[in-house]
C-alpha cells in the first residue's frame, strides 16, 4: 500500500471554492459526534488538514473545544482565519501536515479529518496521533456519500477530467479501484480500531454555478491543475451540465457522516 506522493500545495487556487461549495457539514452531526466521543468545553481538538476551516470551527462554536487548525496550503489557512473571524470564535492555525504531527500537540481529546486523510501515509499518521492523543481520546473522520443525484452529472465531469486533467484524475481514480485499502481496513488494524459511523442525510438543489464551484473546489480539476485550460474546461463543464438539465437545477442526497474511531 504506497500512500499518494505528498504535495503541500496540492490544493492551491481551491480555497475561494471550497468552503462556499463543497456539503457542509450538519450542526447536527458536529453536535451529534461531540456528545458521543465525550467532548467538553476547552477540549483540546486538532483539525488535520482543515481547509477553509469548517470542522475546527464547528467544533469551536458549539462545542467550546480549544482548536488548533492545521494545513499545509497558505491559502487554505488565510481562509480559515478569516472565517473563524466571521463566526466569531477563537482557534489557533498552524501551518503543517500529518508528517508534522509531534509532541506540541499534546494532550489531544479529538482530531477530525474533512476528505483528507486519504492524502496521508495513513498508517503512520495513526501511530503519531497514538503517541499524541489523550487516554479515551478519538479520531473522527468526516465524509459524505452520495446516494442519489438528479440529473447525474458525475460521469461527464470524470471525462472531462481524464481529457483535461489527465494525471490528477489518474490519481482520483486510483482511489476509487480495487487496490486502494479503504480507510476502515487500515484503522482495524491501528490502534483506534473501535470504529462507529454517524450519519445525516440531507437533501440539497444545486444551480450549474455551485457545480461548477465545487469542480473547482478539487484538485483533480482545480484552477491550478487545470492551467491555461480553465476557461475552455468551464466552457465545455457548463455545455455538459445545460444538455443534462435544460432548467439548470440539480438535485442531491447526501449522507453526510462522521466516522469516531476508538482505541479498545
Not at 124 to 141: E, F, R
Not at 186 to 197: H, Q
Request: charged share 25%.
Amino acid at each position: 500500500m504506497t500512500p499518494i506522493p505528498f504535495e503541500a500545495r496540492r490544493f492551491r487556487s481551491t480555497a475561494a471554492y471550497y468552503a462556499h461549495y463543497r456539503v457542509p457539514y450538519p450542526d447536527a452531526l458536529i453536535e451529534r459526534v461531540s456528545e458521543r466521543a465525550g467532548l467538553v468545553p476547552s477540549d483540546r481538538l486538532l483539525d488535520l488538514g482543515c481547509g477553509p476551516g469548517q470542522l475546527g470551527i464547528a467544533f469551536a462554536r458549539l462545542a467550546k473545544a480549544s482548536v488548533t487548525a492545521m494545513d499545509p496550503e497558505p491559502e487554505m489557512l488565510e481562509a480559515a482565519r478569516s472565517n473563524a473571524a466571521e463566526a466569531g470564535v477563537r482557534a489557533s492555525f498552524v501551518q503543517g501536515s500529518s508528517y508534522d504531527l509531534g509532541q506540541q500537540f499534546a494532550p489531544l481529546a479529538m482530531t477530525v479529518m474533512g476528505r483528507s486523510f486519504h492524502w496521508m501515509d495513513r498508517p503512520a499518521t495513526l501511530a503519531a496521533l497514538d503517541a499524541i492523543t489523550a487516554p479515551g481520546g478519538s479520531i473522527v473522520l468526516f465524509g459524505d456519500r452520495h446516494v442519489s443525484v438528479t440529473p447525474d452529472w458525475h460521469e461527464a465531469l470524470r471525462k472531462l477530467a481524464e481529457h483535461f486533467s489527465p494525471e490528477r484524475n489518474a490519481e482520483r481514480e486510483r482511489r476509487r479501484g480495487p487496490e486502494w485499502t479503504p480507510h476502515e481496513d487500515i484503522l482495524l488494524k491501528s490502534a483506534f480500531r473501535n470504529l462507529e459511523r454517524i450519519g445525516i442525510v440531507v437533501e440539497r438543489s444545486l444551480d450549474i454555478d455551485d457545480i461548477v464551484g465545487r469542480v473547482f473546489s478539487m484538485s483533480a480539476t482545480s484552477p491550478q491543475a487545470l492551467g491555461d485550460r480553465v476557461a475552455e474546461f468551464e466552457q465545455t463543464l457548463r455545455r455538459e451540465l445545460v444538455a443534462l438539465s435544460s432548467t439548470g437545477t440539480f438535485s442531491e442526497t447526501v449522507d453526510v457522516n462522521g466516522l469516531i474511531c476508538f482505541r479498545p
